[in-house]
């Protein structure tokens, strides 16, 4: 059984900061795609960053500049580090580790932007 478990999200005012975790555990063989998505209310689930295990990070387009995702696949960990947030970046994070057509997901992490 593999779980994924995000954590540090919460309640931020626009401008703030904050950073996402993810930790997988179980018995994961192995992992080559790591990403962050985002469902805001009433709105489809959206990708927001991807990082592979070898090739350079992609993000959505409204985020760039601003979010940054990492990755420690020594203990199938990512990171996103949320900057200059707004509140349409008000949403629950879900993150998504992958290898070829295996996947698994997190329960998500409420982020909410406001004043």
């Known amino acids: 059984q593999v779980q994924l478990v995000e954590s540090g999200g919460g309640s931020v005012q626009p401008g703030g900061s904050l950073r996402l975790s993810c930790g997988a555990s179980g018995s994961i063989f192995r992992i080559n795609v790591m990403q962050w998505y985002r469902q805001a209310p009433g709105k489809e689930r959206e990708l927001v960053a991807s990082i592979t295990s070898g090739g350079s990070p992609n993000y959505a387009n409204s985020v760039k500049g601003r979010f940054t995702i990492s990755r420690d696949s020594s203990k199938y960990t990512m990171y996103l580090q949320m900057n200059n947030l707004t509140p349409e970046d008000t949403a629950v994070y879900y993150c998504?580790?992958?290898?070829?057509?295996?996947?698994?997901w997190g329960k998500g992490t409420l982020v909410t932007v406001s004043s």
């Open positions: 998504k580790m992958s290898y070829y057509t295996m996947a698994y």
